[in-house]
């Protein structure tokens, strides 16, 4: 089975936990078979895997994701990198393209798109399984899952089937309706359109050439900025006569608030967090290395990180986007390849950074031409590399960095690092990569 993730997002939804670089797929808030902290991101492969171990999945995403992506999953998945933001047609049709032509993958396969954040039970990837099946068969040139509604929701499309049997061919498409009009399509037999669907690689190949003037997949990906942003939806879906839909009643969550994500909760609080006996329906997200005490509190949600603190009623967090996007402040927390990095103090002319590293991982050779930098190992074992000379490095020890040198830090095990920028101005923008033999 090949699986096309749509990883999108602009971390705007689940603030302050989520931000730029980490979009809500990206957070621990879920608990595996093993009691350990998971993303979604993590559980949406754990749960494909576990229906089809041989599942070859590719993410398709923006490259602000592709260090959490690597950090978070290793080199499990392969990664098809937009240049820029698109909408959802061209970001598909350039993962057909780098699966056809980079990845040798034949065009009489079949391959599945699902979004990476909804919050299911394994039975939604044995129904992706079971689209495989049907596009094998060859009925329609597009198979789509359709969500059994359990609310008339105005949140989502709604697919209109010919028939109520379990595959049907689509009778027409709705947009976004208001609540009445839900309740109208759902007695139709209306289905919510989650947006997955599934085809053969040589179709969805053909509509992109039939649509967008290339040759290849670097040939499409030198002309990204170009194409104009359109959905798959109305590009693909809605103009094709050949396209039937699968029912799925199983477990189905759109978490995209903090009051959805709450109800998919394990435990009120994560993190150091106390909730006094008289708190009801109330939960606690807390990254921050200080406890939060709530009192008395109905119906709230309360999340702290390094990037800020929330505190909303949990009907109102839906509503958050537009003030998120008010706040100006630069990220404070980000994943990387080789670990993660927290600010933890920030003013004129200097910037101070908690570094964990992982072991066996290491920053890229690289240089900053208007800032010092002096690191401070607290914990672990390692070696520094500045302008090509080598240094083993252990808890206690103090590298210097002068600008315009070139520098990395290899970890030998789990490192932990205090890193104290200082220059007249200090941005993210300020860094040349080099090749390290």
């Known amino acids: 089975m090949n699986i096309i993730l749509l990883s999108g997002g602009s971390g705007k939804r689940l603030w302050p936990l989520s931000n ?4 809500k797929q990206f957070i621990k808030l879920f608990k595996d078979e093993q009691g350990e902290y998971e993303s979604m991101v993590q559980r949406v492969y754990r749960q494909i895997t576990t229906v089809d171990p041989d599942a070859k999945v590719t993410i398709a995403t923006s490259k602000t994701q592709v260090s959490a992506i690597h950090n978070q999953l290793g080199d499990k998945v392969s990664v098809c990198v937009e240049p820029c933001r698109r909408d959802t047609f061209p970001a598909i049709a350039l993962a057909a393209a780098y699966l056809h032509d980079e990845l040798g ?50 949140k989502y499309g709604y697919i209109i089937p010919e028939n109520p ?52 997949y670097r040939d499409l990906f030198s002309k990204y900025d170009t194409l104009t942003k359109i959905s ?47 708190c009801v329906n109330t939960h606690v997200f807390n990254e921050l290395d200080i406890p939060v005490l709530v009192m008395g509190c109905k119906d709230l949600v309360v999340a702290a990180s390094c990037d800020g603190i929330l505190v909303s009623d949990k009907e109102r967090s839906g509503a958050m986007k537009p003030y998120v996007e008010a706040i100006t402040e630069e990220v404070r927390y ?56 080598e240094q083993i490095v252990r808890p206690g020890d103090v590298v210097s960095v002068a600008a315009g040198c070139k ?31």
Not at 20 to 23: A, G, K, L, Q, T
Not at 193 to 200: E, L, M, P
Request: hydrophobic share 35%; with cysteine.
């Open 232 to 278: 798959f939806d109305y590009a693909v879906v809605e103009k094709e006569p050949s396209i039937q839909v699968m029912r799925y009643s199983g477990e189905w969550k759109d978490v995209g608030s903090w009051n959805m994500m709450a109800e998919v909760m394990s435990e009120n609080t994560k993190g150091k967090a106390v909730l006094d006996e008289s």
């Open 105 to 154: 993958v034949g065009e009489d396969e079949c391959v599945a798109v699902c979004p990476v954040d909804p919050y299911v039970d394994l039975s939604y990837y044995e129904g992706v399984e079971r689209l495989e099946k049907l596009v094998n068969q060859g009925t329609a040139n597009l198979t789509l899952m359709g969500i059994e509604p359990t609310v008339p929701s105005k």
């Open 334 to 389: 980000a994943e990387k390849s080789w670990g993660t990095y927290t600010v933890i103090d920030a003013q004129p002319g200097s910037m101070t950074i908690k570094v964990a590293l992982s072991a066996g991982s290491r920053m890229r050779y690289h240089s900053h031409e208007l800032r010092d930098e002096v690191w401070t190992i607290l914990s672990g074992k390692g070696t520094t590399i500045v302008d090509g000379m």
């Open 165 to 216: 049997n379990e595959v049907s061919a689509v009778k027409e498409f709705k947009e976004k309706p208001d609540k009445e009009t839900a309740k109208t399509y759902i007695s139709q037999g209306a289905l919510w359109n989650a947006g997955v669907f599934a085809f053969k690689l040589g179709y969805l190949v053909q509509k992109a050439h039939e649509m967008i003037d290339f040759t290849d």
């Open 407 to 437: 520098h990395t830090l290899i970890a030998d095990t789990d490192m932990s690092i205090v890193e104290v920028q200082v220059g007249d101005e200090i941005s993210q923008k300020d860094k040349q990569v080099f090749e390290l033999d």
């Open 20 to 23: 730029d670089i980490r979009s």
